[in-house]
């Protein structure tokens, strides 16, 4: 019989289908390691494993088989160096997001304590993270979810950031203007053919009518009202919509209608500015 070692844990799992990072953050996880230690799963590669600790990760790499993402499996996701709590309420924070916090930083330098709102924050990754790099901003983050913004407050609390919350429908609730509005909204198509493999994530948090755009619709014809003069709104989209966003904001008037390229090279994120 073939020990139980992380050396043949991690063939089991490949075997399974699981790529070789998702199994080895999932063996520290059972092993109660933090998934930053992967030299320490190569320096014990042949050592024994726990039977319970075998067990856990057994039945962590059968959902994460079965399409779990890690985050919810693991309760954690990195996003822009934050350590951010994240469980089914929310969806798991993607690295691409991170493409739209560094342009929104470059968009606020040189602004002192700018007013930041971030639509549809989720786990509060957009938020936290800005509020993480610029201490003097004052950021309101926004969700219709009350789940997602009890997952967004506890992490924000955790991390001691002073980002206030609401729940709002888009941009219903809220009042006043802002140097940045910043959102993440769902994009996908109510047929899109890659919805069975986010299944496990909020529908609420994915969908976006029959072309994926009725957010962004309603955001960009909404946020112009309130945003400061050379105010900007930054908004993520699917690879494909960046043409048809690009016209939503030219069509409010907004200026500097660009676009930019998310870590695969696909245009991912549209913005405008409003005149001064
Ligand atoms: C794609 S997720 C983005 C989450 C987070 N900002 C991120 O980037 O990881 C979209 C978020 O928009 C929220 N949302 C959906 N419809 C909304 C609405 N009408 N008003 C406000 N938020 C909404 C969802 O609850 C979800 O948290």
């Given at each position: ?5 992380p050396?043949?844990?991690l ?9 070789r990072l998702d199994a080895q953050v999932l063996l520290l ?6 998934p930053?230690?992967r030299?320490?799963l ?235």
């Amino acid at each position: 019989m073939t020990p139980p070692t992380p050396a043949a844990a991690l063939a089991w799992a490949q075997a399974l289908g699981l790529a070789r990072l998702d199994a080895q953050v999932l063996l520290l996880h059972a092993l109660g390691r933090s998934p930053s230690d992967r030299a320490w799963l190569l320096a014990h590669d042949r050592d024994p494993l726990p039977a319970a600790c075998l067990a856990h990760f057994a039945a962590l790499c059968r959902r994460r088989a079965a399409g779990e993402p890690v985050a919810y499996l693991t309760g954690v996701k990195e996003f822009y160096g934050l350590p951010l709590a994240i469980d089914a309420r929310v969806l798991d924070p993607r690295p691409d997001t991170e493409v739209l916090v560094d342009w929104a930083l470059e968009v606020l330098a040189g602004r002192a304590a700018p007013r930041v709102l971030d639509l549809g924050t989720g786990s509060g990754a957009i938020a936290l993270a800005l509020q993480h790099q610029r201490p003097d901003a004052q950021v309101l983050a926004v969700d219709a979810s009350a789940d997602a913004l009890a997952v967004a407050q506890a992490n924000a609390r955790r991390l001691a950031l002073p980002v206030q919350f609401m729940q709002s429908h888009w941009l219903e609730g809220v009042r006043g203007s802002f140097d940045l509005i910043v959102a993440n909204p769902p994009y996908i198509a109510a047929d899109d053919p890659h919805l069975p493999a986010l299944r496990h994530e909020p529908l609420g948090a994915l969908v976006s009518g029959a072309q994926g755009l009725d957010d962004l619709r309603r955001i960009v014809a909404d946020a112009p009202r309130h945003l400061a003069p050379s105010g900007w709104l930054l908004l993520e989209h699917g690879w494909n919509q960046a043409a048809a966003v690009r016209q939503l904001l030219h069509a409010q008037g907004l200026a500097q209608v660009q676009s930019r390229r998310d870590l695969g090279g696909h245009e991912r994120c549209s913005g405008a500015q409003q005149p001064a």
